[in-house]
């Protein structure tokens, strides 16, 4: 395996002893600078430590005592337009085995596709060791857009939601339709890369027996639910109409066919929006067309701890175009929009995830030398 070798100036990337800064109730601490388009993170269960996914191909860890150090090992990938090192999770299995789950844009059959693998963390090497690719999303496809991709646990299974690899075609032929390609779906497979007997579609003559869920068009979000278990996403829509879903096995999700987004190019409607009994799963909730309504989320996790008692059991979403962390209550079935964190510091959220120990909230901004942040109480 070659390794791509284009490393960010971690000196760059220092970790600061600045003091918190106080910001509406709570206080914002930069724990470290000049990252290149960072774009996922997880947690270590062993030490508390972060690893964190850069877009260009380099994948770090920051911890309390050292700040921004490289790890080896990292998959070749492809970064040109939207591709590039995408999510890392830290497998179930993470104790016994060192498992850390990635998903990364490389070239395939007919120009480029999303895969997800896994590699052992050698910690005393600093590198990932015994890469192997689980899977690869069917077909590859000309184009630099609309690879999601997100990676969640649940159940023992592996859940990974891609894009629909910016497709324009709107009709019931568009790529999100086609049960034959995983583009725009959500697959289930094992940890070990297999597809699951009990998927809905495995039976199904010409469907990709790994779908578990489609009709989507660009997933940038994915949670499981404290409490429910239910796999929960946020996706791109069309000029807006960005939505957050619930996710339903075998269940379509409408995209092109029923969405609250419009055409970017004349802001023509070119399907309805979800009503009932157009037999499409409905968002949780959805954000209306245009760019002053939108919501392009990035980044998205159920608030568990202890820290900020009152906001145990929201959900926090990044945006991406209005630069904010938006704090989100579960109301009459759907969210409502409690707080804009971070709101004023012009920064692009694209991820955020709750410290298993401290119960703090940890933030990626996006760029070329973004920050990560860590929010505590004042």
């Known amino acids: 395996m070659r390794y791509f070798r284009a490393l960010l100036p971690l000196a760059a990337a220092l970790l600061l002893a600045a003091p918190a800064q106080s910001v509406h109730g709570y206080a914002v601490e930069r724990l470290a600078e000049g990252l290149d388009r960072p774009w996922g993170m997880a947690f270590l269960p062993d030490r508390g430590d972060l690893i964190i996914t850069l877009r260009g191909g380099t994948l770090v860890l920051w911890d309390a005592e050292n700040g921004i150090t490289e790890i080896g090992g990292a998959p070749r990938v492809v970064s040109s337009g939207q591709g590039g090192l995408l999510d890392v999770a830290v497998g179930p299995d993470f104790a016994e085995h060192g498992f850390v789950y990635l998903a990364w844009v490389d070239r395939a059959e007919g120009g480029t596709t999303t895969h997800v693998g896994r590699a052992r963390l050698d910690r005393a090497a600093g590198a990932l060791t015994d890469l192997e690719v689980l899977h690869a999303v069917s077909p590859g496809m000309a184009g ?3 690879f999601g991709a997100r990676i969640v646990f649940h159940d023992g299974f592996l859940f990974a939601g891609f894009g629909d690899r910016n497709s324009k075609d709107f009709s019931a032929n568009h790529i999100s339709q086609d049960l034959s390609s995983e583009n725009g779906s959500v697959i289930r497979i094992t940890l070990e890369g297999d597809i699951p007997a009990d998927n809905p579609f495995v039976d199904r003559d010409g469907a990709a ?38 996710v339903e096995r075998g269940g379509n999700f409408g995209w092109p066919l029923a969405s609250f987004g419009v055409n970017y190019r004349d802001g023509s409607r070119f399907s309805p929006p979800h009503t009932p009994g157009d037999g499409f ?27 900020f008692a009152d906001w145990r059991g929201h959900l926090l979403i990044g945006n991406l175009y209005h ?39 940890y933030v990626l901004a996006d760029g070329p ?10």
């Open 369 to 378: 030398a973004a920050p990560l942040l860590r929010l505590r109480p004042e």
């Open 209 to 246: 027996g790994a779908i578990w869920s489609y009709g989507h068009r660009n997933i940038q979000a994915m949670t499981v639910h404290p409490e429910t278990g239910a796999i929960w996403l946020a996706e791109h829509g069309e000029a807006g109409g960005d939505e957050v879903n619930r």
């Open 281 to 307: 799963i409905a968002p949780v909730h959805h954000w209306p067309a245009g760019r002053t309504a939108h919501f392009p989320p990035s980044g998205m996790v159920f608030y568990t701890g202890e820290a």
């Open 323 to 361: 630069r904010y962390l938006g704090l989100f209550a579960e109301s009459d079935g759907g969210l409502r929009e409690v707080a804009r964190l971070l709101d004023g510091e012009n920064l692009r959220i694209r991820d955020v995830a709750i410290g298993p120990e401290d119960g703090l909230i």
């Open 144 to 146: 630099g857009g609309h």
